[in-house]
């Protein structure tokens, strides 16, 4: 059961792995950073728990860690407690979501592995907005689909704000990378996957007219210029979703969720959708 520890210096060096997120915020391609997995709230600190990944640490306010007594049942990690101002004294911000935890980073699943159970795949071209990012992942986890693939030019989906935009999902969604691209689609055909490039090029076809059925990949690109050409050449079909109003294309998280559904990658898994 998780050691609860009371804290009330913020420079207490037990509070490293949370200190100063606000700038450093422990990416690993940034100067100190540790490239730890860092939740935030109540929700996704649960869906961590949960996880694979090895946790290392729980802050919080008390009321926070206690909503947390169930969970923490089974955690053999310390959680400290603190005050408000003590938190955000060392975190660097001041923390709405009253608590944080902190974990190891675990290898992702080798693309034959992911690709041998999966019947839905997302596969992303340069997304390199960490909330597009966690939106996809969110957008994936609710309609099925079973993983993701990251081409070159993806953020990490293990920043902090990719996994507290997806809700902590991106904790429970496979992902792995896939490069290069588009020579690595060749592997997903081999294994069964037909390979549909998202894209509003007025040459694609409408989703509608896509069938849904057997194992598919979908190609979906960066907010702006979208997929590659060369990516879209690789695919076997380029679909798109039919706009309204002249309106030419829609966020990126937005439209996969929109091809998800429309595709029926995920079937019905009987979950209701949280507005808000």
Same mark, same amino acid.
């Given at each position: 059961?998780?050691?609860?520890?009371?804290?009330?210096? &913020?420079?207490? =060096?037990?509070?490293?792995?949370? +200190?100063?997120?606000?700038?450093?915020?422990?990416?690993?391609?940034?100067?100190?950073?540790?490239?730890?997995?860092?939740?935030?709230?109540?929700?996704?600190?649960?869906?961590?728990?949960?996880?694979?990944?090895?946790? +290392?640490?729980?802050?919080?306010?008390?009321?926070?860690?206690?909503?947390?007594?169930?969970?923490?049942?089974?955690?053999?990690?310390?959680?400290?407690?603190?005050?408000?101002?003590?938190?955000?004294?060392?975190?660097? $911000?001041?923390?709405?979501?009253?608590?944080?935890?902190?974990?190891?980073?675990?290898? =992702?699943?080798?693309?034959?592995?992911?690709?041998?159970?999966?019947?839905?795949?997302?596969?992303?071209? @340069?997304?390199?907005?960490?909330?597009?990012?966690?939106?996809? $992942?969110?957008?994936?986890?609710?309609? @099925?689909?079973?993983?993701?693939?990251?081409?070159?030019?993806?953020?990490? &989906?293990?920043? +902090?704000?990719?996994?507290?935009?997806?809700?902590?999902?991106?904790?429970?969604?496979?992902?792995?990378?896939?490069? &290069?691209?588009?020579?690595?689609?060749?592997?997903?055909?081999?294994?069964?996957? *037909?390979?549909?490039?998202?894209?509003? *090029?007025?040459?694609?076809?409408?989703?509608?007219?896509?069938?849904?059925?057997?194992?598919?990949?979908?190609?979906?690109?960066?907010?702006?210029? @979208?997929?590659?050409?060369?990516?879209?050449?690789?695919?076997?079909?380029?679909? +798109?979703? =039919?706009?309204? *109003?002249?309106?030419?294309?829609?966020?990126?998280?937005?439209?996969?969720?929109?091809? $998800?559904?429309?595709?029926?990658?995920?079937?019905?898994?009987?979950?209701?959708?949280?507005?808000?």
């Amino acid at each position: 059961m998780a050691q609860v520890i009371e804290v009330d210096d &913020p420079a207490d =060096p037990r509070l490293d792995d949370f +200190r100063d997120l606000s700038t450093a915020d422990r990416r690993p391609d940034r100067p100190g950073g540790r490239g730890l997995v860092i939740a935030e709230g109540v929700v996704v600190v649960q869906r961590l728990l949960a996880s694979r990944y090895p946790v +290392r640490a729980l802050l919080g306010v008390r009321r926070r860690v206690e909503a947390l007594a169930e969970e923490l049942a089974g955690v053999d990690a310390p959680a400290y407690v603190a005050t408000a101002e003590v938190m955000a004294a060392a975190v660097g $911000f001041h923390l709405n979501r009253g608590v944080l935890a902190a974990a190891d980073r675990a290898a =992702p699943p080798e693309l034959a592995e992911l690709t041998a159970s999966a019947r839905t795949l997302a596969v992303l071209e @340069g997304v390199g907005d960490h909330e597009n990012l966690g939106s996809l $992942f969110r957008n994936a986890a609710a309609l @099925g689909v079973d993983g993701v693939l990251l081409g070159p030019g993806c953020s990490d &989906p293990l920043y +902090r704000r990719s996994v507290r935009v997806s809700m902590g999902h991106v904790l429970a969604v496979p992902f792995a990378p896939l490069d &290069p691209l588009p020579q690595g689609l060749a592997r997903l055909r081999a294994a069964g996957f *037909r390979v549909l490039a998202l894209t509003p *090029r007025a040459d694609s076809v409408p989703l509608s007219s896509v069938d849904n059925g057997g194992r598919v990949a979908l190609l979906l690109g960066s907010e702006g210029p @979208g997929l590659t050409d060369e990516a879209i050449a690789a695919a076997d079909a380029a679909v +798109r979703i =039919p706009m309204a *109003r002249e309106v030419d294309s829609l966020n990126v998280a937005t439209a996969g969720a929109v091809a $998800f559904y429309a595709l029926g990658l995920g079937g019905d898994a009987g979950g209701t959708a949280h507005q808000g």
